[in-house]
């Protein structure tokens, strides 16, 4: 079977046969069910593209398409104005045009694939796109309301409704309808998908947001987003070999990634850390284990939960204070996990990075409690920055702030790019890091 499917992507890209919209489809499918198939896929467009001179200009826009799938935008452009002229070939470069962010040149090509017969409706909703993404968004939204028939039952339609309408600022609970009726209509769409595992995501469903991502993820074209925010989450769970397979898909596909680069230069340094730091020390076996292993009230199991402590390790870096200092967190759910912690001499503190304790911010006057008070979940920072700080007690601009440098990059899974992206957020408020 596997055979099968390799010859007939292959027979799909070479041969000189029909090639339209159910062949693309074709293709997409073959990888999504089979990864391997990309390899497939991409030397056979490199076989393909060596007989450049021989292809007829219906033959340049199969090419054309076929680097668009491979992420070769500009290539993809190239060899697509030498192509027939047809629907498909003003529809791919329209898709190539918008990933270039050349959005007037988009919209242009969308409307001569209107008028050269490709779907009206995906031309509309194209357009929309373009709209939305150049902050029209009350012109995207008047463009949806205009369409009528199937289209508003298809996934595109409700994948682009639910998008729109988070742009405009629509309550979540109505976004998240719009992408759940999307998945509904077309369990495959990425973007759907996509959108629904980052509802749950923002929502702490932390395992569906999981599975959401490996489906959104597994559809091809690669969806970066999706991919992204996978590799994050298995970070979180510690599986960073996961992690580094999610970031390589990326810059299979689109080399030039700069966040795939970063993520995965980071994901590999923790593997490397695991396994050549600590491979045959025993507490560092007994640190990794799940707290979710011995038995807890549900009361302090629900507080270490909320603070983000999974495994001994997380817990025993905090101190008594640190504990107390959250909501709900007593002294009965105190004596209840020092004992734990005592029958496998274990304490707590144990493993802090904190060689004193943090200095207490003298606030500017001139940053008000309003802004000290916002919650760190509002500054739209990436699933990895936000669960790290979050797992550590920073749950305001005020706690962040607090903070050197070092601190934060003593937290786990907290890394340069983390970084980087929590100092670009604080100085679009003209705030810093504490010794900064």
Same mark, same amino acid.
């Given at each position: 079977?596997?055979?099968?499917?390799?010859?007939?992507?292959?027979? $799909?890209?070479?041969?000189?046969?029909?090639?339209?919209?159910?062949?693309?489809?074709?293709?997409?499918?073959?990888?999504?069910?089979? /990864?391997?198939?990309?390899?497939?896929?991409?030397?056979?467009?490199?076989?393909?593209?060596?007989?450049?001179?021989?292809?007829?200009?219906?033959?340049?826009?199969?090419?054309?398409?076929?680097?668009?799938?491979?992420?070769?935008?500009?290539?993809?452009?190239?060899?697509?104005?030498?192509?027939?002229?047809?629907?498909?070939?003003?529809? /791919?470069?329209?898709?190539?045009?918008?990933?270039?962010?050349?959005?007037?040149?988009?919209?242009?090509? /969308?409307?001569?694939?209107?008028?050269?017969?490709?779907?009206?409706?995906?031309?509309?909703?194209?357009?929309?796109?373009?709209?939305?993404?150049?902050?029209?968004?009350?012109?995207?939204?008047?463009?949806?309301?205009?369409?009528?028939?199937?289209?508003?039952?298809?996934?595109?339609?409700?994948?682009?409704?639910?998008?729109?309408?988070?742009?405009?600022?629509?309550?979540?609970?109505?976004?998240?309808?719009?992408?759940?009726?999307?998945?509904?209509?077309?369990?495959?769409?990425?973007?759907?998908?996509?959108?629904?595992?980052?509802?749950?995501?923002?929502?702490?469903?932390?395992?569906?947001?999981?599975?959401?991502?490996?489906?959104?993820?597994?559809?091809?074209?690669?969806?970066?987003?999706?991919?992204?925010?996978?590799?994050?989450?298995?970070?979180?769970?510690?599986?960073?070999?996961?992690?580094?397979?999610?970031?390589?898909?990326?810059?299979?596909? /689109?080399?030039?990634?700069?966040?795939?680069?970063?993520?995965?230069?980071?994901?590999?340094?923790?593997?490397?850390?695991?396994?050549?730091?600590?491979?045959?020390?025993?507490?560092?076996?007994?640190?990794?284990?799940?707290?979710?292993?011995?038995?807890?009230?549900?009361?302090?199991?629900?507080?270490?939960?909320?603070?983000?402590?999974?495994?001994?390790?997380?817990?025993?870096?905090?101190?008594?204070?640190?504990?107390?200092?959250?909501?709900?967190?007593?002294?009965?759910?105190?004596?209840?996990?020092?004992?734990?912690?005592?029958?496998?001499?274990?304490?707590?503190?144990?493993?802090?990075?904190?060689?004193?304790?943090?200095?207490? $911010?003298?606030?500017?006057?001139?940053?008000?409690?309003?802004?000290?008070?916002?919650?760190?979940?509002?500054?739209?920072?990436?699933?990895?920055?936000?669960?790290?700080?979050?797992?550590?007690?920073?749950?305001?601009?005020?706690?962040?702030?607090?903070?050197?440098?070092?601190?934060?990059?003593?937290?786990?899974?907290?890394?340069?790019?983390?970084?980087?992206?929590?100092?670009?957020?604080?100085?679009?408020?003209?705030?810093?890091?504490?010794?900064?």
């Amino acid at each position: 079977m596997a055979l099968g499917q390799e010859y007939d992507l292959k027979q $799909l890209v070479q041969m000189n046969c029909t090639f339209g919209p159910q062949e693309i489809e074709r293709i997409n499918r073959s990888i999504s069910l089979k /990864y391997a198939n990309f390899r497939v896929f991409q030397e056979a467009v490199v076989a393909l593209e060596a007989r450049e001179e021989e292809q007829s200009p219906a033959g340049m826009v199969r090419l054309g398409v076929c680097l668009y799938l491979l992420g070769k935008y500009r290539r993809s452009l190239d060899v697509l104005r030498r192509g027939d002229g047809g629907a498909l070939a003003h529809f /791919y470069m329209a898709k190539a045009y918008i990933a270039l962010k050349k959005y007037d040149e988009a919209e242009q090509e /969308y409307i001569c694939a209107k008028q050269a017969g490709y779907s009206s409706d995906l031309c509309t909703l194209g357009i929309v796109e373009i709209k939305r993404t150049n902050g029209k968004v009350q012109e995207a939204m008047r463009m949806l309301d205009d369409l009528s028939g199937a289209v508003q039952h298809s996934a595109e339609y409700l994948y682009q409704r639910g998008v729109t309408a988070l742009a405009c600022g629509c309550p979540n609970n109505e976004v998240g309808n719009w992408f759940s009726r999307a998945v509904e209509a077309n369990p495959l769409h990425a973007g759907a998908l996509f959108g629904l595992a980052k509802e749950n995501d923002r929502r702490g469903n932390d395992d569906e947001a999981l599975e959401l991502y490996k489906r959104a993820a597994a559809q091809f074209p690669s969806y970066v987003g999706a991919l992204i925010n996978l590799g994050l989450m298995y970070e979180d769970r510690g599986e960073n070999d996961l992690a580094v397979q999610c970031y390589e898909r990326v810059l299979n596909t /689109y080399p030039e990634n700069e966040y795939a680069r970063l993520y995965l230069k980071d994901a590999q340094a923790s593997s490397l850390t695991c396994e050549d730091i600590t491979p045959h020390n025993p507490l560092s076996q007994i640190l990794k284990t799940s707290v979710a292993d011995f038995e807890l009230s549900a009361r302090a199991r629900n507080c270490l939960q909320s603070i983000g402590i999974q495994t001994l390790g997380d817990l025993c870096s905090y101190t008594e204070a640190e504990l107390l200092s959250n909501k709900n967190f007593g002294e009965t759910s105190l004596v209840e996990i020092k004992n734990m912690l005592s029958s496998r001499n274990l304490q707590l503190g144990q493993t802090s990075q904190k060689a004193a304790p943090v200095e207490v $911010l003298e606030v500017d006057t001139s940053i008000d409690q309003e802004t000290l008070q916002r919650p760190i979940s509002s500054m739209g920072f990436s699933v990895r920055a936000r669960k790290c700080m979050s797992r550590h007690g920073i749950v305001t601009l005020g706690d962040l702030i607090r903070k050197t440098a070092d601190e934060l990059l003593a937290c786990k899974n907290f890394g340069v790019t983390s970084l980087t992206e929590v100092r670009e957020k604080l100085a679009e408020l003209d705030l810093r890091l504490h010794g900064e």
